[in-house]
């Protein structure tokens, strides 16, 4: 699981060549005896222009957590008011550190997000150590809890006076992760244009929410909105009450950061990612606050307390006969939202793999559709497994520590930077006052979470600290046995053979493998 783990030094000079051809037939020609495209150069492909990477961030933010975190929420800060200025500036803390990632974003042009950026700036152990709780349990386990909401929600109608059985929900998660996972190793257009398309159907169903509402309001049913009865308390928040209810909150604004993840593969991405940044963060605070607000139009705050899907209750009080546009809606949106987090999250592989942290066949494509499909097969593999482990919404505690603690180290990797490098050329430079009011909000949570779950916090941790052997063992120890060297490059060589993939091309050769190939 290293940089001696590449075990396709035969293969290496793929990358500066076109594709191997172990079987021709299949990939000279077609049914009608014309030759295939192949690319004269075999490298990810620039296909996300300012839409897709709009669709990609508001796609991955916008997944069941409008429809459900509303109700923790409120229970946490004990009134409307409190929760929908909660609401806000959970927003204005996502705009603060999508701000800092802009930054990075076009100084440190790489694909895989924070690894990438902590792994230029604090070395290879602090990168490792989030890359591998990522690969290991984050981006699985989340993507095992959509999919499983996504299934939940599918089978609701079939199952209308109970919980769907498990073997059925885990049966149809699996078969959408997989049919996910074939759509994205054939072609980035294809995934993409499945990210615009549910992005905009997402959008388009918090916007009947919020018409709805806005209808509820003209008609004088906003009793819950009025500043009288919106700021009366009917239990006195605690500091550490704040902490979770803006931790709620936050979780249903993640996914701000993962256009980082795909840099490589945006169209003009010094241009588009920070505009894109800038288009879609807005707007879901707009859409997020405005649909909290329509909610309070149709229930009252007990009512949405004792609901378990909150848009659903919505659907059954205001749209009568269509209130089965919400269940759908929600079914939409997570099917979006886990296409997104393959996407993505397969980059991150991708990326641990090209810098040695991970086995080299991870980084390697399709030598004709240019697509990651072993760091693909391998996010799907491990969601799979979580899925058939079943403590998902256990496992879900421990990601969101994890994931908070890797933005924190980011953004505080930034400042680092700026005094590490002061002379570099950053095409974007954000006031320093925005790292440090995110660093301040982001040891707030950190704090409080440590006070008030601290048994979760101190797996978090262990989870991420489990990987320094495996680094020193995998990364850091050079001369391995021969025996293990000779049997990661056969297992590389099948690896190659079955997918059809090699090694991407690059104006430079990264460090890793031009230390290897001179070795």
């Known amino acids: 699981m290293g940089a001696e783990m590449d075990g396709a030094n035969r293969n290496t000079s793929n990358c500066t060549k076109q594709a191997p051809s172990p079987a021709p037939e299949k990939m000279m020609k077609n049914g ?12 990810l492909k620039k296909e996300i222009g300012l839409l897709s990477a709009c669709a990609i961030i508001i796609g991955n933010i916008i997944g069941s957590g409008i429809f459900i975190a509303p109700k923790g929420v409120l229970e946490h800060s004990g009134s409307v008011g409190l929760a929908l200025i909660i609401w806000m500036l959970g927003g204005g803390i996502a705009g603060l550190g999508s701000l800092c990632y802009a930054e990075l974003g076009v100084t440190i042009p790489k694909s895989g997000g924070d690894y990438s950026y902590v ?58 992760l997989l049919f996910l996972t074939w759509v994205n190793c054939s072609s980035v257009r294809w995934a993409t244009r499945i990210q615009d398309v549910f992005t905009i159907g997402k959008l388009l169903a918090l ?22 009865v919106a700021f009366e308390f009917w239990k006195t928040p605690s500091v550490g009450q704040i902490a979770l209810a803006f931790l ?12 980082n993840y795909v840099t490589e593969e945006v169209v003009e991405p010094r241009r588009n990612l920070p505009r894109a940044i800038y288009i879609s963060i807005p707007l879901v605070t707009f859409v997020y606050t405005f649909t909290n607000i329509a ?19 919505f659907g059954q009080k205001l749209l009568g006969m269509f209130s089965s546009i919400m269940p759908i809606s929600v079914a939409l949106s997570t099917f979006g939202g886990i ?36 760091a693909l097969l391998v996010c799907c593999a491990a969601t799979i497994v979580i899925l058939c482990i079943g403590e998902t919404h256990t496992l879900i505690n421990y ?48 704090v409080f979470s440590f006070y008030t779950e601290p048994v979760v916090c101190g797996i978090g ?37 079955l997918c059809y993939v090699v090694f991407p091309q690059f104006d430079e050769m990264p460090p890793e493998w031009t230390e290897k190939s001179d070795a």
């Open 295 to 313: 909610y309070f139009t149709a229930m009252s705050p007990e009512e949405l307390l004792t609901s378990n899907a909150v848009a659903v209750t």
């Open 207 to 228: 916007g009947l929410i919020i018409v709805v509402g806005l209808v509820q309001i003209c008609k004088g049913h906003y009793e819950a909105l009025s500043p009288q």
């Open 119 to 176: 792994t230029e700036i604090f070395g290879g152990l602090v990168g490792f150590l989030l890359l591998w709780s990522a690969v290991l349990i984050m981006y699985p386990t989340t993507l095992a809890v959509i999919a499983l909401t996504f299934s939940n929600y599918v089978l609701q109608p079939v199952f209308p006076d109970c919980v769907p059985p498990y073997t059925a929900t885990r049966t149809l998660s699996t078969v959408c």
């Open 461 to 497: 941790l262990i989870i991420i600290l489990t990987g320094v052997p495996v680094y020193f063992l995998g990364v850091h120890w050079k001369k391995k046995p021969k025996c293990l060297d000779t049997f990661i490059e056969s297992a590389t060589y099948v690896g190659q053979k």
């Open 339 to 374: 296409n997104g987090y393959l996407f993505t999250s397969s980059r991150l592989c991708f990326s641990g793999a090209r810098e040695g942290h991970l086995p080299s066949l991870l980084a390697m494509i399709h030598f004709k559709n240019c697509t990651p499909i072993p």
């Open 32 to 43: 009608n005896n014309k030759r295939d495209h192949i690319p004269e150069r075999v490298t």
């Open 248 to 259: 709620q909150a936050s979780f249903a604004f993640s996914g701000w950061n993962f256009l």
């Open 399 to 446: 990601v969101s520590f994890i994931n908070y603690l890797s933005y924190g180290v980011t953004i505080a990797g930034l400042l680092f930077f700026r005094w590490k490098k002061p002379k570099l050329h950053r095409p974007i430079k954000v006031n320093l006052l925005v790292p440090v009011l995110y660093l301040i909000f982001w040891a707030f949570l950190l």
